[in-house]
């Protein structure tokens, strides 16, 4: 079955970076757009970012825009989220899924504070 795997995430000060990693299995990785998530503390989980297939062509949320890159490696079946310029708004959970939505993974968390 799909199983995705996010780890990376951490504590982090504002204008720091982090990369989040998502390491799939269970499905034929290089034929399906993937996609990044966030939930924020009592809000409801927003798209983040979205990559197609062959990971040409990048979406992004505007919050995020000009910070984030997604990439993926399709010989790695693993999804990328490199984040830079973090601010507190960016505290989360982050979670990766398919563009046809699969099961969630566990999420990693990511916090931005001083």
């Known amino acids: 079955q799909v199983q995705l795997v996010e780890s990376g995430g951490g504590w982090v000060q504002p204008g720091g970076s982090l990369r989040l990693s998502c390491l799939a299995s269970g499905f034929t990785f290089d034929s399906f757009g993937m996609k990044w998530y966030r939930q924020r503390p009592g809000k409801e989980r927003e798209l983040v970012a979205s990559?197609?297939?062959?990971?040409?062509?990048?979406n992004y949320a505007d919050s995020v825009k000009g910070r984030f890159t997604i990439s993926r490696d399709n010989a790695k079946n693993t999804l990328y989220l490199e984040m830079n310029d973090l601010k507190p708004e960016d505290t989360a959970v982050y979670y990766c899924?398919?563009?046809?939505?699969?099961?969630w993974g566990q999420g990693t968390q990511v916090t931005v504070s001083s």
């Open positions: 899924n398919t563009a046809r939505g699969d099961n």
């Open positions: 990559i197609s297939f062959a990971g040409r062509i990048p």
